[in-house]
């Protein structure tokens, strides 16, 4: 079921918010044959780019999952930049290819906002990785 409509990807993009690329269907990329993975990922990004009438630049790892394979079909694709699930802050000369992100979606009330853009967030964000309870890839 998709989480937005046709028209309401299109109006994401004409108030200038960029729309990315996630496979046809949510597989983990990293135990995908060859093929699958360039379905996945390149079948996607057309489908996107033809509905949409403009090319699309960044793409999110379905549930973070990547490796060194997958990272070459997504950048082979024609992307220039690919999100991990991972939410750390993104430094000068990093991998674009890999890249963490902060978690924003429609549970995120106004307050974890507030709380995910402070000076705590990734403290706590290490914390956790530290203690086991939020896994890295």
């Given at each position: 079921?998709?989480?937005?409509?046709?028209?309401?990807?299109?109006?994401?993009?004409?108030?200038?918010?960029?729309?990315?690329?996630?496979?046809?269907?949510?597989?983990?990329?990293?135990?995908c044959?060859d093929?699958?993975?360039e379905?996945e990922?390149?079948?996607?990004?057309?489908e996107?780019?033809?509905?949409?009438?403009?090319?699309l630049?960044?793409?999110a790892?379905p549930k973070?999952r990547?490796?060194a394979?997958?990272?070459?079909?997504?950048?082979k694709?024609g992307?220039?930049?690919?999100?991990?699930?991972?939410?750390?802050p993104?430094k000068?000369g990093?991998?674009?290819?890999?890249?963490?992100?902060?978690?924003?979606d429609?549970?995120?009330?106004?307050?974890?906002h507030g709380?995910?853009l402070?000076?705590w967030?990734?403290p706590?964000?290490?914390?956790?990785?530290?203690?086991?309870?939020?896994?890295?890839d």
């Amino acid at each position: 079921l998709p989480v937005m409509t046709w028209d309401q990807l299109n109006e994401w993009r004409q108030a200038g918010m960029d729309v990315g690329g996630h496979t046809l269907t949510h597989a983990d990329l990293t135990q995908c044959s060859d093929r699958d993975l360039e379905r996945e990922v390149v079948d996607s990004k057309k489908e996107l780019e033809d509905r949409l009438g403009t090319p699309l630049r960044y793409f999110a790892y379905p549930k973070g999952r990547w490796d060194a394979r997958v990272r070459e079909a997504v950048a082979k694709a024609g992307y220039q930049a690919a999100v991990t699930v991972f939410p750390e802050p993104v430094k000068p000369g990093a991998d674009p290819f890999s890249l963490g992100r902060l978690p924003m979606d429609r549970k995120s009330g106004q307050g974890r906002h507030g709380f995910v853009l402070s000076r705590w967030y990734f403290p706590y964000v290490r914390a956790k990785v530290f203690l086991g309870r939020m896994p890295r890839d």
